[in-house]
């Protein structure tokens, strides 16, 4: 098992930037709210790859992603990697009930975190009746990005399924508050592979596909840029607003 990343004490306001404030578990909470959450957090800091938690560890902590993106992911039967999902900055982990984590999460590239003791949580959320509502909004949040995964991987053809990522990726980090184009790409094309459910050498032709068909520009392997987003979001089957 990885090394554990480590864990400090610092004040809520000083890992979060006004962006990621707007929507992280502290959104729209009053200042006596805000400062239950900073007396009960711990900042997590993760480098490149570093296993924040293993499918099956216990749940001891929830947490806040603040800066760098999380990938999701399970282990198949037959050895396979499965990746469900990937989390931007605000986005919260461990909205499930479960007293295990259900899936192993790792960090895509050097990422930071908020941490709360689920005991300590829970034990918040009875007292503020706002931080319960907050995390009841995170949790339909994360369920639309449940259909979100099950709309790509219902694609008929591996283009079209690259189509749909990458739209829903611009769209989640305009809903983030971010840059909606050029479309970030901070995983690598492995990553994209196992998340859609193809080879490396099938996401490759997908997106040499989409740039030879004037659809996207790629100026570097971590960067999508969408050229035409109506004709992208045809192929995708997709709303383009």
Do not use: W
Not at 130 to 146: C, I, K, P
Not at 231 to 239: F, N, P, Q, R, V
Request: charged share 25%; hydrophobic share 40%; net charge negative.
């Amino acid at each position: 098992m990885a090394q554990a990343a480590p864990l400090y004490r610092l004040p809520c306001g000083a890992c979060l930037d006004c962006d990621v404030r707007s929507m992280a578990v502290c959104a729209a909470l009053e200042d006596d709210e805000v400062d239950a959450l900073e007396r009960i957090m711990i900042s997590r800091s993760l480098e490149a790859n570093q296993v924040l938690a293993e499918e099956g560890d216990p749940k001891t902590y929830v947490y806040t992603l603040t800066s760098g993106m999380l990938r999701l992911c399970s282990s198949l039967p037959d050895g396979r990697r499965q990746i469900s999902g990937f989390l931007m900055p605000g986005d919260y982990l461990g909205l499930a009930d479960d007293d295990v984590h259900t899936r192993t999460s790792e960090a895509v590239a050097d990422a930071k975190l908020c941490a709360f003791p689920v005991r300590d949580m829970d034990g918040l959320v009875k007292v503020y009746p706002r931080l319960s509502e907050r995390l009841h909004g995170m949790t339909r949040a994360a369920l639309r990005h449940a259909q979100d995964n099950q709309m790509i991987l219902g694609r008929l053809t591996p283009v079209e399924r690259l189509a749909s990522f990458l739209l829903v990726l611009s769209r989640r980090a305009r809903e983030h508050k971010q840059p909606d184009n050029p479309v970030l790409l901070p995983m690598p094309r492995a990553d994209i592979a196992d998340y859609l459910g193809l080879t490396v050498e099938t996401v490759s032709r997908s997106f040499t596909k989409l740039r030879n068909d004037g659809l996207i520009r790629l100026p570097d392997a971590h960067t999508a840029e969408i050229v035409d987003r109506d004709a992208l979001s045809d192929l995708a089957g997709i709303e383009p607003h």
